[in-house]
């Protein structure tokens, strides 16, 4: 089985808890745990391999050229990443079908949950940079929705909107540093990025690569100085806060870290970034935790403690710093999803959150207070649960640093008063919450969960002991190969033991413990200092800030965006000036070397006839039927210019448009005003005269610098491997149909968009029909005259036959699906004009919506045909045949794709022009005045 099956059968599972939630919530649980329960158990089948150092690596080329590969893989890290997003999600799971109440929808809670999931595990998985921050983006708004689950309430909505904000824009910084990243390798291969590290770090882009992976990993992370949405996002409903905040979201940011240690550590900007950054995050979030009266708030400020702690250590830059940053890791994710799992319950069951109430729940609810003690004590880093083996590791590593030359010891001691914080904060979770007197206004009477609601804290907090106790047996397996995956083959050595004698680290510990009871034994001193700050609601500023961006976007909107289309273009075309003008100023001579063609009398009069024509449209353009006969012929000459330069396809094509879209400008101009008055003044005038001058000239002189030099076109290889490549001569068509027939795919997926937005647009319009011209002479009584009538009958059979004509010989010859199709389009549009639509309707039962449709789905299986074959997307197929009657001939698949286009151009003209006819038919109501 393959590892992309695991985020394909997740994101395929998202529809379970939908489909189930009818048959019970129990039922919608249970099904839902079925899916990463399976993905987990997959996950672990590779635990052998893993543990023996190999890495997992699966491929799918999509565009290969273009460095776009679907690319997953399997190490250590990602291995204990999956396990924690795997296995704490199941327990969240459970633990969500007793939290959420019975008007919350639950199909609708699980279907967000396993999205998210199904984004981290792509993340972890990823082994493309590209494919990376795609799955980045995803775990940016599914925690949007997940955080902005209970949208009824005002803080949900505005802590949901600043969580994607911040990260969101982290987002598009880290966008930039990976393209830098792969611009620097030459690859998006995650594997060969990693294996790039000195390169990397001896390039010049390195620091703004460095800084720009940084802003998206420390925004996740909710680091210092982007810290402030994290707790915001308490407002999500606390299975939601669990998850984000102990396997996934900010562990996100820290797995980035860790992923990224290979290629972009080992600097001394690396040290200072991450390591200072890392450093302040620990002691900001360790000191505002002690004052917090809300008990997941508390909390949210410890998680970002401890990511600071994580942080600190990847910014080290040493193996056994790495070591202990991953181990914090594992710890971390148990004792705080736990944590935050019995916050969940002691809201539910006593409701309330307010630490200034919850006084004595030890009475109440011993089972829940048991697991949670044991949950704090591990966060506060007790001996014998696992929050201490690492948090121990982490003081030894601050004693052996030495980047801050003189002032080095200033991290172990700050680590140490971090340590202080973490002990009070700790104390006063357990304290004040299960003891400390009898409850304070409590809206209900406490009471234990119910048992199900219990079991995952149980496994968490067994989980705390075991891994405190017995860590090598445990975790020790795990913990090496993940550190492997970021050490690569210089793992330390390191030990698990929880003894290790008497030593300085070991001081460091009892310091903090012993500095946590006395900091929160004389609180109260503490607290007096803290109320001379005033506390500033980071949500408040946010939205502050918001609006007024919004305010001065929305100025400066009103200001730009004035209905006026000139100005529009104005802007556009000045904007067009300095960007094509600037370069020209530093070009000598716009002539080249390349050989003029020789100008014959027939080639000065069309230019002069096109040059007048155009400058007609542009002054009588109020004249509205004068200006499309002189537009229709700057049209015709255009068309014939093609056609003199051996562009026969493109002659055949845009002599085609020109038809069609003279009959578009005609039935739309029909529901205009016949005449406009004059709405600009001299200087305007002047204005747009001078600027389309300059314009004119600008583009005039880059034509004449390109035509008189010589160009290195591609053109080459298609000449040369159009008939043995795509086994046709006409090169163009071949060009439309194999070389990019994805192009000429999406070309026809666009048109059929637009046509289907134009029919839904005027499907339902009624518009009075004018009477009269803009001289008020009336409209002749016959619309239809005879002899307009029956010769476009007799028009249409030759008009189909040259149709047919010109499909079939496209592959060799000008022609080709796409001006087959406008010739049959301008056939019908013919009848539709000489007989009116009352009398095609009948007679021409086709339905347009479905000739589109048709067309895109043969085209699309003409291209998906190839891959029976094991052959790349579209790649055509052709054979030469004896056929009786007709002798040899070729046939291709490239004629079914044709065939698809064919049919999506008439069906997409037809159903516009069609459409627009109808407006005018009898039953629309018809106006007396013009």
Known sequence: MSLFWIPLILLAGVAVPVVTEKYGRSWCALATMLVPAAMLAFILSFLPQVFAGELLVERFDWIPAAGLTLSMRLDGLAMLFAILILGIGLLIILYARYYLSATDSMGRFYALLLLFMNAMLAIVLSNNLLQLWMAWEVTSISSFLLIGFWAGKTEARKGAR????????????????????????????????????????????????????????????????????????????????????????????????????????????????????????????????????????????????????????????????AVAAIFHIINHAIFKASLFMAAGIIDHEAGTRDMRKLNGLWKYMPHT???????????????????FLSKEMFFAETLHQVALGSLSWMVPVLATLGGIFSVAYSLRFIHDVFFNGEPVDLPKVPHEPPRYMKIPVEILVTLCLLVGIFPGAIIGSLLYAAAGSVLGANVPEY??????????????????????????????????????????????????????????????????????????????????????????????????????????????????????????????????????????????????????????????????????????????????????????????????????AI?????????????????????????????TGGGGTNVVNVILVDFRGFDTLGEITVLSIAALGIFKLVSRMRLAMPTADEKGRPWARDRHPLILSVIS??????????????????????????IAGLVTSVALIQQYVAH????????????????????????????????????????????????????????????????????TVVGAILLILANLGKLTTRYRPISQED
């Not at 006839?609 to 039927?625: E, G, K, N, P």
């Not at 007799?794 to 592959?811: E, K, Q, T």
């Not at 010859?813 to 796409?818: A, E, K, L, S, Y």
């Open 495 to 692: 030990s698990l033991s929880i003894w290790h004698g008497f030593n300085l680290p070991l001081l460091m510990s009892a310091v903090a413990l012993l500095g946590g009871v006395l900091v929160y034994s004389f609180r109260g001193h503490l607290y007096h200092f803290q109320s001379q700050f005033r506390e500033n609601d980071a949500k408040l500023i946010f939205e502050g800030v918001i609006q007024y961006i919004v305010a001065r976007a929305s100025a400066f909107h009103n200001w730009f965006v004035n209905g006026s289309l000139q100005s529009y273009v104005t802007w556009l075309l000045l904007l067009t000036l300095v960007v094509t003008g600037a370069p020209l100023l530093d070009l000598n001579g716009a002539a080249g070397h390349q050989p003029h063609q020789p100008v014959g009398a027939v080639e000065i009069i069309a230019a002069v006839l096109l040059s007048l024509s155009a400058l007609a449209t542009v002054i009588f353009h109020r004249q509205r039927m004068f200006a499309l006969v002189t537009l229709s012929v700057v049209g015709l000459i255009v068309s014939i210019a093609f056609a003199r330069f051996s562009a026969p396809d493109l002659a055949l094509t845009q002599l085609s448009v020109e038809v069609v879209t003279v009959i578009l400008l005609m039935l739309a101009l029909f529901f205009l005003p016949q005449k406009t008055h004059n709405e600009s003044s001299p200087r305007r005038v002047a204005r747009d005269l001078s600027i389309a």
């Open 695 to 723: 314009f004119g000239g600008i583009i005039a002189t880059i034509n004449y610098a390109i035509i008189t030099r010589p160009l290195d076109s591609i053109s080459d290889f298609f000449i040369a491997n159009s008939k």
């Open 162 to 321: 600043m969580a994607l904000t911040i990260t969101g824009a982290g987002g598009l910084a880290l966008l930039a540093g990976l393209l830098l990243l792969a611009d620097i390798v030459g690859s998006y291969d995650l594997t060969q990025v990693l294996a790039s590290g000195e390169q990397i770090r001896e390039h010049a882009l390195y620091p703004v690569a460095l800084i720009l992976i940084l802003l998206g990993a420390f925004t996740k992370s909710a680091q210092f100085p982007f810290h402030f949405w994290l707790p915001h996002a308490m407002a999500a409903p606390t299975p939601v806060s669990a998850y984000l905040h102990s396997a996934t979201m900010v562990k996100a940011g820290i797995f980035l870290l860790a992923r990224m240690y290979p290629a972009l550590a080992g600097t001394e900007l690396w040290f200072l970034i991450v390591s200072l950054t890392g450093l302040a995050t620990l002691l900001l979030g360790a000191y505002v935790a002690l004052f917090k009266h809300d008990l997941k708030g508390l909390l949210a400020y410890s998680t970002i403690s401890h990511l600071g702690l994580i942080t600190l250590l990847l910014g080290m830059d040493t193996g056994l710093a």
């Open 369 to 387: 207070a048991t697991l949670a003690m044991v949950a704090a004590a591990s966060m506060a880093g007790i001996p014998l649960l696992n929050g």
């Open 793 to 818: 009958q007799s028009l249409l059979p030759l008009a189909l036959l040259v149709s047919a004509y010109i499909f079939l010989r496209g592959h060799n010859m000008p022609g080709g699906g796409f």
């Open 836 to 903: 009116g639509v009352d009398w095609v309707k009948p007679r021409l039962k086709l339905d347009y919506q479905w000739l589109i449709a048709c067309g895109v789905l043969i085209a699309s299986l003409t291209g998906l045909g190839s891959w029976m074959f094991d052959k790349p997307f579209l790649t055509s197929w052709f054979d030469y045949f004896d056929i009786p009657f007709i002798g040899t001939t070729e046939l291709a698949s490239a004629m079914l794709f044709d065939l698809g286009v064919y049919l």
